[in-house]
């Protein structure tokens, strides 16, 4: 693949990536665009038995897991570049991952019984905060740690100015001097920071929330393996998602 062709390509894996993001904000918050019905985490409201829908929905889940986490181990990675250049490694894990979430978002059922309802109540307007703020903490916790190394976009850009890639140094800003995920933390508050929760919303936030504290496990071993005793000393000191009052960060 040539430099141009490199960049081209990651540029367009982004391109995918942030129109998937912003539609996996309507699909959590079951907003729709005016007149338009969108399908979300609740609706069209499924045909199917709510047993067969769940069932569905949960494999849904784990497709996403499964992808995220296979393609984000180091030994896959190393299989995986003597197919895929090195430069263009991430830009292929960001599009199928963008992928992975048209599916999920194509084929989910919704089951829109609700578990609770709190929509005309004084708490409100605090969850939807909450919900905003999730989503916020996700983005800003990207560019914290370099968001466009993440999404591939750098490492193509260095390959068409034949610069050498250089491996990211250990290092903890801003939100990372309080807890060690603060993007895992972000989603979680987007996942469950709704005023009305049904059964399809508590699925998916259960399936989520679990699929990332499994993928943390993975994570920070990958980690420990390639900082060593520094991450150590900072997973003793920081929390993983919640911050640890009292102790220096």
Same mark, same amino acid.
């Given at each position: ?13 982004y391109?995918?990536?942030?129109a &998937?993001?912003?539609y @996996? *904000?309507?699909?959590v918050?079951? +907003? ?6 969108? $399908?979300?985490? =609740? ?13 569905i ?9 499964i ?35 048209v ?13 609770w ?10 969850i ?11 983005? &800003?916790?990207?560019? @914290? *740690?370099?968001?466009?190394?993440? +999404?591939?976009l750098?490492q193509?850009?260095? $390959?068409?100015? =034949? ?20 993007l ?5 508050l987007?996942?469950?920071?709704v ?55």
């Amino acid at each position: 693949m040539s430099r141009a062709l490199t960049l081209v390509f990651a540029i367009f894996a982004y391109a995918v990536f942030f129109a &998937t993001f912003l539609y @996996l *904000i309507l699909f959590v918050g079951d +907003f729709s665009l005016g007149s338009v019905t969108l $399908r979300t985490v =609740n609706a069209p409201p499924t045909t199917l038995p709510v047993a067969g829908a769940l069932a569905i929905d949960v494999a849904l889940i784990a497709l996403f897991g499964i992808q995220h986490s296979v393609m984000a181990r180091q030994g896959f990675k190393k299989a995986w570049t003597r197919v895929v250049p090195p430069y263009a490694e991430r830009s292929v894990y960001v599009l199928i991952a963008s992928l992975i979430l048209v599916i999920l978002f194509r084929f989910w059922e919704a089951v829109p019984i609700v578990i609770w309802d709190l929509s005309r109540t004084l708490l409100s307007g605090p969850i939807w905060l909450v919900f905003w703020a999730g989503w916020l903490t996700v983005l &800003t916790s990207t560019f @914290l *740690i370099n968001h466009f190394e993440l +999404f591939g976009l750098q490492q193509a850009w260095f $390959r068409l100015r =034949n610069r050498k890639f250089e491996e990211p140094q250990f290092r903890t800003p801003f939100l990372y001097r309080f807890v060690r995920h603060p993007l895992y933390l972000g989603f979680m508050l987007a996942f469950w920071a709704v005023p009305t929760m049904t059964v399809s919303h508590l699925v998916l936030a259960i399936g989520m929330s679990a699929y990332m504290i499994i993928a943390i496990g993975y994570e920070e071993r990958d980690l420990v393996g390639f900082h060593g005793d520094k991450y150590e000393e900072y997973r003793g000191r920081v929390g993983m998602l919640l911050p640890r009052f009292g102790r220096r960060a």
